[in-house]
């Protein structure tokens, strides 16, 4: 039985970011993230020669001039928003429970890493854990990733804490309401686009025919956020972003997508993001800079990219009712 004056630990866990907008911190992230046999699944005599004669050598300069668009002066966007996270969620949980709780903050690949945080715990005498993963969505290449990385630390602990593990969220209530919340207020300041974009991080197909669960939970957090919004069939759409190689991945493809809403007419469309816990170079730069170039170059107007949940209170909010749900019944 865990120690009840000991405090509860909470490990907030997100994918990572390089340390500086700079080709050889890309670098050195890219390899880290690119290594991992959850993320790339192909036999490593195929892949290395791919990863260490093309991407390794040619991608880390066009991805920190990216990174350079949208680093902001506290750092790289995504551990910005994660540390805002981490302390009100922090404070949220200081508030609703009536025993201690240390929330750390640690990301799969690059710094704050997972064992450091997990170390944090440790030293705050933690004697149970909670991972949360901040992907709503449950992959293999991301949650599974996660839950990797926090086993393989712990294997070298000599006392094992009780673990929690929070495997997703897609449908959880608090989560699609929170989304729903974040369009309502951004088409009530802004006035809405003809059409609503829900683009997802991609996925290679092959993934999800092994049985990845992704693409349907994607799509039914989707479905569920059109009907909490009360949109009709042709306001909004599903795609799939961030597709790295020439294999298939999850289609449609956002690219492509707002490419065809330009040509077909599209003067204004809103973008949300609802796998995205917190705003990074895949939101900022991808969606909100590249994808609206693409539509305007193929006649559209402006493609309007609404927030990820961040630190908002209602997200803050959910995650602690989650937690504090999981840890009651338990």
Not at 7 to 34: D, I, K, Q, S
Not at 53 to 58: E, M, T
Request: glycine share 8%; hydrophobic share 40%; aromatic share 10%.
């Amino acid at each position: 039985m865990p120690d009840s004056t000991a405090p509860l630990g909470v490990l907030l866990a997100n994918l990572g970011t390089p340390e500086a907008p700079t080709p050889r911190a890309v670098r050195r992230y890219l390899r880290e993230f690119l290594s991992d046999r959850r993320v790339v699944e192909l036999p490593r005599a195929a892949w290395w020669p791919v990863l260490y004669g093309f991407i390794l050598p040619l991608r880390p300069r066009r991805s920190a001039a990216a990174y350079e668009k949208i680093w902001q002066t506290a750092g790289s966007p995504l551990l910005v928003y994660s540390r805002a996270q981490r302390e009100a969620l922090q404070a949220a949980l200081d508030e609703r429970l009536d025993e201690p709780v240390v929330v750390a903050l640690g990301m799969r690949y690059g710094n704050p890493s997972v064992p450091a945080a997990l170390k944090e715990l440790r030293d705050r005498g933690c004697r149970r854990i909670v991972v949360l993963p901040l992907y709503p969505q449950y992959s293999a290449t991301t949650t599974g990733a996660t839950f990797d990385a926090v086993t393989r630390c712990l294997q070298g602990w000599r006392e094992l804490p009780t673990l929690d593990f929070i495997s997703g969220y897609h449908d959880r209530p608090g989560y699609i309401e929170a989304l729903a919340a974040s369009v309502r207020e951004f088409r009530a300041a802004n006035g809405s686009g003809e059409k609503l974009l829900l683009s997802f991080h991609g996925l290679p197909q092959r993934n999800v025919d092994l049985g990845d669960p992704y693409e349907q939970q994607c799509r039914d957090t989707g479905a569920r956020l059109a009907a909490a919004l009360g949109l009709g069939e042709d306001d909004w759409q599903v795609s799939f972003q961030s597709r790295l190689g020439a294999a298939a991945w999850l289609r449609p493809y956002t690219d492509e997508t707002v490419r065809e809403w330009g040509r077909a007419g599209r003067k204004t469309v809103d973008v949300i993001c609802p796998g995205f816990s917190s705003d990074c170079l895949e939101t900022l730069e991808e969606i909100a800079i590249r994808n609206a170039e693409y539509f305007r170059a193929k006649g559209g107007d402006t493609l309007r990219y609404i927030p990820a949940l961040n630190a908002r209170a209602d997200h803050i909010a959910f995650l602690a009712e989650m937690i504090t749900r999981y840890t009651a019944s338990s």
